[in-house]
């Protein structure tokens, strides 16, 4: 009913920049908050970045000074912009996001994205 789609993954070298973009579309009535999560091999799925409707914004300490969250409400999208990429940052990263939708009675579901592959090495 409502979908996902994340984009903007690839290879850096460390110290490098890298731009995710989500955009949600489907039935949507509004989105209450939009957010990054990450998980790499054999670690656990850990949130990133946060943003929510009233304006609210939660990073990872492992990325704060580094990564930078942002919505375009207009376009239901979400972007990440990861800057002083380290190896540490390599995951598949899932954009999320807390939706009410119409389908076709109101119903307020979370969203997934596909993932995308975020590598950083020399």
């Known amino acids: 009913q409502v979908q996902l789609v994340g984009s903007g993954g690839g290879l850096v070298q460390p110290g490098g920049s890298l731009r995710l973009s989500c955009a949600a579309s489907?039935?949507?009535?509004?989105?209450?908050?939009m957010g990054w999560y990450r998980q790499a091999p054999g670690k656990q799925r850990e949130l990133v970045a946060l943003a929510t409707s009233i304006g609210d914004i939660n990073y990872a300490d492992s990325v704060k000074g580094r990564f930078t969250i942002s919505r375009d409400s207009a376009k239901n999208t979400v972007y990440l912009q990861m800057n002083s990429l380290k190896p540490d940052d390599t995951a598949v990263y899932y954009c999320n996001a807390d939706v009410l939708a119409k389908n076709p009675f109101m119903n307020r579901l979370p969203a997934w994205g596909q993932g995308t592959q975020v590598t950083v090495s020399s």
């Open positions: 489907g039935s949507i009535v509004s989105i209450y908050a």
